[in-house]
């Protein structure tokens, strides 16, 4: 059961998924159709999940369930990362790869390993003050709050 993002709980759980590319405006309006059509038949249990998304910065897929009404569980989670490999493959894109950092660089969103991330730091070609995206927030509380940060607000602060 989809439903408006901001009508969801503070306490909804989130996964955000980040790709390793820009999507262009075109294949990211074909992921918005293909998620609605997912998240409308979405369930556990044969019961509906209620569900929201955000896409964001042509590179983030973010997906909301209200835990309160039909906990995702096992099973739908599954298919939900079994929808998000399909679209790795139509879009030849990694979206679950979580060794890699995507910051802020002026107005441009870069991506990059982790390895590549702490060099960068290092040499001090990213700082404390860099923002960054913390894709481990697990509420839709933590993503409002600490989703996008300067890295010393986030767990990438321990590279600096």
């Given at each position: 059961m989809l439903i408006p993002f901001e009508n969801l709980p503070e306490e909804s759980k989130i996964w955000i998924y980040q790709s390793n590319r820009k999507f262009s405006d075109s294949e990211f309006?074909?992921?918005?159709?293909?998620?609605?059509?997912?998240?409308?038949?979405?369930?556990?249990?044969?019961?509906?999940?209620?569900s929201s998304y955000q896409l964001k910065y042509n590179r983030f897929i973010i997906i909301a369930v209200n835990?309160?009404?039909?906990?995702?569980?096992?099973?739908?989670i599954d298919?939900?990362?079994?929808?998000?490999?399909n679209l790795e493959q139509k879009y030849n894109v990694d979206l679950l790869d979580k060794m890699n950092v995507t910051?802020?660089?002026?107005?441009?969103?870069?991506?990059?390993?982790?390895?590549?991330?702490?060099k960068m730091a290092k040499?001090?070609?990213?700082?404390?003050?860099t923002i960054v995206f913390n894709n481990l927030v697990n509420t839709i509380q933590e993503f409002k709050e600490s989703w996008e940060?300067?890295?010393?607000?986030?767990?990438?602060?321990?590279?600096f």
């Open positions: 309006s074909e992921i918005e159709t293909d998620l609605i059509s997912f998240l409308e038949k979405w369930e556990a249990h044969s019961v509906g999940i209620e835990q309160e009404v039909q906990a995702a569980t096992g099973c739908s298919k939900s990362v079994q929808f998000i490999q910051f802020k660089n002026g107005e441009h969103i870069a991506h990059k390993s982790l390895i590549d991330f702490k040499e001090k070609a990213v700082t404390e003050n940060v300067p890295a010393m607000d986030s767990w990438h602060s321990r590279f």
